[in-house]
């Protein structure tokens, strides 16, 4: 895959802010601001020493900007839970947006990654706009302290979600992680290469989109692991919960669709 960035500076530490909220694609997954003064670095952070500048070597080459995690920055999010949003964000819309916020306040997440993916292996590179352009929309769509944009599968080397969360399980090992994704990808998730290692090595989130729910949750996946469905009560510890374990959270479903953005801009509407 083609691995472009776009040039950083200093490191913003990412709070554990706990304010209210507002309001995935790699293998299959589903499409997936500027730093607030309010956010107090987490007390662990302290005892930290300083980190590499993001604005050399790998972070820079990534893409990533302030606020951003990068490889060397598992110790700002030690303690942290955090919700990991992949996809193509081809473009990144609203209904990337509303799905962070609610994730956030269902899940009571203290981050959530957008991890754009430079080249989604199961997709054709006809009509993927540049990594550095899907990173910039993207910053520019989030638009929260607690949405931060990464493109941190191009320093880690990896093409696949499985291994994508493996290095990121060994780069951040004090962090909780719930992976992210919509219906549509609960249903054709048994297609992603090592899919089953998702569900064993992290928790997983599954949010309502409409006219895929009914289907993904007869589909090979859902009734795999149907025994260790979370309920919707229980979704707040989501993250603590021994894997495999998942939830389908059905959320106030938005109308927003990338490809419905893509085509309105190729006709120039």
Known sequence: MARRGLKVSALSRPGRGRGPAEG?????????????????????????????????????????????????SGPLYAGLTVGILGGSFNPAHAGHRHISLFALKALGLDRVWWMVSPQNPLKSAAGMASLPERLAEARAVAAHPRIEVTAIETALGTRFTADTLAKLQRRFPKTRFVWLMGADNLRQIP???HWIRIFDSVAVAVFARPTYSLGALSGKAAQRYTRRRVSVSGVKGLARRRRPAWAFLRNPLHPASATAIRQARAAGS
């Open 24 to 72: 995935g694609e790699g293998e299959g997954r589903s499409e997936h601001g500027s730093p607030d003064p309010r956010i107090t670095p987490h007390p662990s952070h302290a005892s930290h020493g300083p980190l590499p500048s993001p604005g050399t070597g790998e972070g820079a080459r990534s893409g990533l900007t302030d606020r951003a995690p990068h490889l060397y």
């Open 191 to 193: 297609r992603w290469k």
